[in-house]
């Protein structure tokens, strides 16, 4: 089992549509959990981070976090054609050894069409 | 802030050649990451290196990476030989938080 499941793209929106993109985790020391956006031919960008539970809202994008079932969201809504990229969600916590390890999802491919 | 620089952009090497990717990361972060992106998959975590110390390299493979972090502050990755399977594109981030990991735009490695 990977430590990082993120579900499979690509997904494809019209323009204005609720975007949900989901990823679960099996390992509980993992206690940053973010968003990145990545374009075509580029690194990842960090777009979203939430400590430990709950919800955070950033303009049009929420990131939800729900440590007791192991499962976190990020929601676009209003989706825009610039909203097409790849999303990957990252999870940091401190290991065995006490350094900071980052793990992504696989990425989820979206692709809002005017 | 400058972000965190690669290079290079590209690289076409026949199998069994060497290479070597250079990574500038964002001044004064201690923690530096290198990771292989597959397309269509999610970055994987080679190696990891606290100031010039690695603190997690249980993904390289060691028999042909090799990476350093010298004097703290620029790395290099080496692959040697080369395989079909190490096409990829290649990521430096450096890290001074828990969660502000800034990436660079990668080495895109082509291996034919």
């Known amino acids: 089992q990977k430590e990082v499941e993120q579900d499979p793209g690509p997904l494809s929106v019209p323009e204005g549509a609720i975007v949900s993109l989901n990823c679960t985790y099996s390992?509980?020391?993992?206690?940053?959990f973010m968003w990145y956006r990545q374009y075509s031919r580029k690194g990842p960008e960090l777009l979203m981070y939430?400590?430990?539970?709950g919800n955070k809202e950033d303009g049009r994008f929420t990131a939800q976090v729900d440590k007791s079932s192991k499962y976190i969201s990020l929601f676009i809504r209003d989706s825009q054609p610039s909203d097409s990229a790849t999303y990957l969600c990252?999870?940091?916590?401190?290991?065995?050894?006490?350094?900071?390890?980052?793990?992504f999802g696989a990425g989820t491919r979206l692709a809002v069409h005017p | 802030e400058a972000g965190v620089a690669q290079s290079p952009r590209y690289k076409i090497i026949e199998k069994r050649q060497s290479v070597a990717f250079w990574c500038n990361p964002i001044?004064?972060?201690?923690?530096l990451y290198w990771y292989q992106q597959i397309l269509g998959q999610g970055p994987k975590l080679l190696i990891q290196f606290q100031n010039n110390g690695v603190v997690d390299d249980s993904q390289l493979p060691k028999d042909r990476f090799s990476a350093e972090r010298l004097k703290g502050v620029d790395s290099t990755l080496k692959i040697q030989p080369a395989k079909l399977e190490d096409s990829a594109v290649y990521l430096c981030?450096?890290?001074?938080?828990?969660?502000?990991?800034?990436f660079g735009s990668g080495t895109r490695l082509t291996v034919v």
């Open positions: 939430t400590y430990s539970s």
């Open positions: 001044s004064g972060h201690a923690t």
């Open positions: 990252a999870m940091s916590g401190y290991f065995s050894g006490g350094y900071n390890k980052l793990i």
């Open positions: 390992n509980s020391a993992f206690q940053y």
């Open positions: 981030a450096s890290s001074g938080s828990n969660y502000g990991y800034t």
